[in-house]
């Protein structure tokens, strides 16, 4: 059974950095065709793709939020970290973390999904 | 990026009558090994998305086959032949072909 579990601050400062650890179980990062995603949705509104990362270390971010975004894996604690800058309330969100797998060696698609970390930014 | 747009954006049902939504992409989804990297997420009140559709017309484990994927390169549809109360929720089409992965803006289906 795969499982992920988002965990971390529930309430950041303006400018602040916002770091969410993803714990997973149920598959492995070193395993070929898997990767970890970051997906957020603002209050009322739809899903917003942030970053992913792969087995083999391979990194995608937002191109609109690139500059802003580091994504991180520990395979040995089975775990992945965003971390966010410069937050803004606008970044306010519930934050997700999903598996990602990999299709006949091309795109993907997220299969399985965390409960979610809501995250407000507010001083 | 890739601009997905569904439509419509609300639909009321009656239970046990069919259902429709539509998705479009701003290029095709269909890739040079014959797939299409098209999926279907529902988000019932309350909870995270779930995977309802993957690469356009499978079935994730656990799905209904009351739900179907169709589609071409750029347009898809999903498809409940009859709605039962438990499909309340919105419902997101994503393409996966390439980064940024991007969402559609979401389709609410509410029961009559």
């Known amino acids: 059974q795969i499982t992920l579990k988002e965990s971390g601050p529930t309430l950041v400062k303006p400018t602040q950095t916002l770091t969410l650890t993803c714990t997973f179980s149920?598959?492995?990062?070193?395993?070929?065709?898997?990767?970890v995603g970051w997906i957020r949705q603002p209050p009322g509104k739809a899903l917003e793709w942030l970053a992913l990362i792969y087995w083999d270390d391979d990194k995608r971010y937002s191109p609109s939020l690139k500059n802003r975004l580091t994504i991180t894996k520990d395979t040995s604690k089975n775990e992945v970290v965003l971390r966010m800058t410069n937050m803004d309330p606008v970044d306010t969100a519930t934050y997700y973390c999903?598996?990602?797998?990999?299709?006949?060696?091309?795109?993907?698609?997220?299969?399985?999904w965390g409960q979610g970390s809501l995250v407000t930014v507010s001083s | 990026d890739i601009v997905m747009t569904q439509s419509p954006l609300s639909l009321s049902v009656t239970p046990g009558e069919p259902a429709s939504i539509s998705c479009r992409s701003s290029?095709?989804?269909?890739?040079?090994?014959?797939?299409?990297?098209l999926h279907w997420y529902l988000q019932k009140p309350g909870q995270s998305p779930q995977l309802l559709i993957y690469?356009?017309?499978n079935r994730a484990s656990g799905v209904p086959d009351r739900f179907s994927g169709s589609g071409s390169g750029t347009d898809f549809t999903l498809k409940i032949s009859r709605v039962e109360a438990e499909d309340v929720g919105v419902y997101y089409c994503?393409?996966?072909?390439?980064?940024?992965?991007?969402f559609g803006q979401g389709t609410k289906l509410e029961i009559k």
């Open positions: 149920g598959f492995s990062l070193i395993t070929s065709g898997v990767g």
């Open positions: 690469m356009g017309s």
């Open positions: 999903a598996q990602n797998r990999v299709y006949y060696s091309s795109g993907s698609y997220y299969n399985a």
């Open positions: 994503m393409q996966g072909l390439q980064t940024p992965h991007t």
């Open positions: 290029q095709s989804l269909l890739y040079t090994n014959g797939y299409k990297y």
